[in-house]
């Protein structure tokens, strides 16, 4: 029988061999044996699914037997009937598919009903109360989920990094969260910090495409670059802490609710965006293409963004193509907004392009704003009055 490995599996593969580890061949795929010499090289492992209800206990045994700082390679249709619980410090890497169990690529798919499909394990294992997890990978992957009541990947552990993964048809896609499934939060004085999510395609979510759980202050800091989230429920992008994070390069379409809702902004980007059609064809409420409570002293910038709404808007719904809110009541906030193009194509629209508001203290949001283009809507731009100051320099 012929095992694949992947480009990435051959170079740790490669490195080992030449220094004097071994390569063999398990029952499950390839195995590196360090040298002696070289103890620190990682193990890669490969483990193929069936498509059949064996494929929950074939990846558990996997992940079990797999030493930290090892690497798993998975490939097929895998067949979840429990939820997947992966363990920290490892790499969990595929050949990407779409989700579509075309035969084509990496899926893991749901056949279970549960509140998730694939987690971490110290938001698994309920261990919030020890803190936040440790860093693990996941790359070139599919999530399949076959209930809009069940998370696609949810992680509670820093320095996450998520790659090239298709998330399809969960709750919410993928979310970084502060709490364990137990719903218990890691204590108010730890951190959960510095993830990446990058390249990821994310649609037909029945809540929010990707969401930042976070009730109190420590999933902060991460990266949401360059990702596709398509077709969600409510939010494409929901931030319950903004503070730090850097929300650049995405593209979000056909989302019903907000673009991206940015809760206490804090040090934080969103910039280079492309949003069309968000609160896609709503006949009441309020919608945002991007929306942000800002709060005091460190500022944000929300800069060279794209926000269109091309695929028709109820004339009763309300929409704001990039908004703010000054949330502290003791305090001013800064940030700039420019470059940004906002276009509003529809008839006798009620749009507003931009909507400022201040906490009632005069200056208390201080905006520096050039170089934007609004066009088509019935209101450039609307603030709250001698609370909102804005110039530029």
Request: proline fraction near 1%; glycine fraction near 14%; charged fraction near 10%.
């Amino acid at each position: 029988m012929k095992h694949k490995i992947s480009f990435a599996a051959a170079v740790v593969a490669a490195a080992a061999l030449g220094a004097g580890g071994v390569l063999a061949a398990t029952g499950t795929g390839l195995k590196v044996t360090p040298s002696a010499a070289n103890a620190q090289t990682a193990t890669v492992s490969q483990v193929t699914c069936s498509g059949s209800s064996a494929d929950s206990a074939t990846l558990s045994g996997a992940i079990s037997a797999l030493p930290e700082g090892g690497t798993l390679v998975i490939e097929g249709t895998c067949d979840l009937t429990q939820p997947l619980v992966l363990a920290a410090g490892r790499t969990y890497e595929g050949s990407t598919g779409d989700g579509s169990n075309d035969g084509v690529g990496t899926v893991l798919d749901q056949h279970f009903t549960g509140s998730y499909l694939v987690a971490n394990d110290a938001y698994a294992n309920k261990q919030a109360s020890a803190g936040t997890g440790d860093p693990l990978t996941v790359q070139d992957l599919a999530i399949a989920c076959d209930s809009s009541a069940t998370n696609g990947l949810v992680l509670m552990a820093w320095q996450v990094i998520v790659s090239h993964v298709d998330v399809t048809g969960c709750d919410s896609g993928i979310v970084d969260t502060s709490t364990d499934a137990a719903g218990t939060a890691i204590p108010a004085t730890g951190t959960s910090v510095n993830s990446r999510f990058d390249d990821n395609f994310i649609q037909n979510s029945a809540s929010h495409g990707f969401w930042v759980d976070d009730s109190g202050n420590a999933v902060t800091d991460g990266f949401f670059d360059d990702n596709q989230v398509a077709s969600s429920g409510q939010n494409a992008v929901e931030l319950d802490n903004a503070a730090g994070w850097n929300v650049t390069g995405n593209h979000l379409y056909n989302d019903s609710q907000d673009g991206i809702y940015a809760s206490r902004m804090w040090g934080t980007t969103i910039s280079g965006n492309y949003i069309e059609d968000f609160g896609d064809k709503q006949s009441s409420g309020s919608w945002f293409g991007i929306f942000g409570t800002n709060q005091c002293s460190i500022g944000s910038t929300i800069d060279d963004n794209m926000i269109f709404n091309d695929g028709g808007e109820g004339t009763s719904a309300s929409y704001t193509y990039l908004g703010v809110s000054q949330n502290s009541s003791d305090c001013s906030g800064s940030l700039t907004v420019n470059g940004n193009v906002i276009y509003d194509q529809a008839a006798g629209n009620k749009a507003t392009g931009m909507g400022f508001q201040g906490n009632g203290t005069s200056a208390s949001l201080v905006i520096g704003s050039a170089g934007n283009v609004i066009r088509g809507v019935a209101t450039t731009r609307s603030t709250s009055g001698t609370d909102v100051s804005i110039g530029g320099q």
